[in-house]
């Protein structure tokens, strides 16, 4: 299988057309044709569903396509990596990172980097732990931010001084806007949107066997969107404090759990050589 007939069957899968892709590639049709033909025998499976105006992935051909994505991106990075050995000026940096006030130390450090190598990009990829860690582990990232645990044995790490706290995202006009804090007893009988994350992870902690009686009516990844549903009135959000707008000109405010509940920042990756400035610089805050 090979890189360049990845790429074409990729930009088909895009496209959604033969002839349009073959022009985005600057091959002619007959030999994009050929080489997806090929392609589909060397998998066995067939990739494309084929009609006058379109071609839809199959099945197998979506499997394809996220595999071949990765590929092509870890053969993209490796080829960066080696065109700028000689360049210690600039290269590109890949991070995973999760929704956090806390960001704020990595994006302090990488300005510091920015005045040193002028030529650094970074490419960020928010998302949750899971998400993040899974792109760590395939050797997509250099490394990631998290707010939650995870196998450290796995990882070299800096454990961030600074810890998120959870809390509700609700209407000022709520009648629990009132309240200071929010128990778990106050929880009990409204929907809730909550972080796929926090389901898993934090929520037990506070909940404890209660959990399983919450009555969950969304979940999420990102923040932003949960908010505009809590603006509208479906539910009530369970996330971190500073990441959404609760200032006296918006709709919403945050109340923070009680017991206080928190989650601590990580910054984990698998090669030291990389984050060697960072941790230097770091310590010394």
């Known amino acids: ?37 090929q392609l589909e025998d060397e998998v066995g499976k067939k990739l494309f569903i084929r009609s006058n105006y379109n071609l839809r992935l199959t099945q197998e051909g979506i499997l394809l396509r996220k595999r071949a994505e990765d590929i092509i991106n870890m053969v993209d990075k490796t080829m960066d990596e080696f065109q700028s050995l000689d360049d210690i000026t600039g290269g590109d940096i890949y991070i995973g990172a999760a929704e956090s006030k806390s960001f704020c130390y990595f994006a302090t450090i990488a300005k510091q980097l920015q005045l040193k190598y002028p030529d650094v990009r970074f490419h960020l990829y928010s998302g949750n732990t899971e998400i993040i860690a899974e792109r760590l582990d395939r050797g997509l990232l250099d490394f990631a931010i998290i707010v939650q645990e995870v196998d450290l044995s796995k990882y070299n790490y800096i454990k961030v001084p600074a810890s998120d706290r959870w809390g509700v995202i609700m209407r000022k006009d709520d ?111």
């Open 1 to 37: 299988m090979e890189i360049r007939v990845l790429r074409y069957f990729l930009a088909v899968a895009r496209e959604q057309n033969m002839t349009r892709a073959a022009q985005h590639l600057h091959v002619t049709q007959p030999t994009l044709s050929k080489q997806l033909k």
């Open 175 to 285: 009648k629990l806007a009132n309240k200071d804090f929010i128990t778990v007893n106050d929880l009990m009988d409204i929907p809730l949107i909550v972080s796929r994350q926090g389901l898993t992870e934090d929520f037990p902690k506070i909940f404890k066997e209660k959990v399983d009686d919450l009555h969950i009516v969304a979940t999420f990844d990102l923040i932003y969107n949960a908010s505009i549903m809590v603006k509208k009135k479906f539910g009530y959000a369970l996330s971190f404090d500073h990441l959404i707008d609760t200032s006296n000109e918006s709709e919403l405010c945050f109340r923070p759990l009680y017991p206080k509940l928190q989650s601590n920042m990580y910054i984990i990756w698998k090669n030291i050589k990389f984050l060697v400035p960072f941790h230097k610089n770091y310590s010394k805050k």
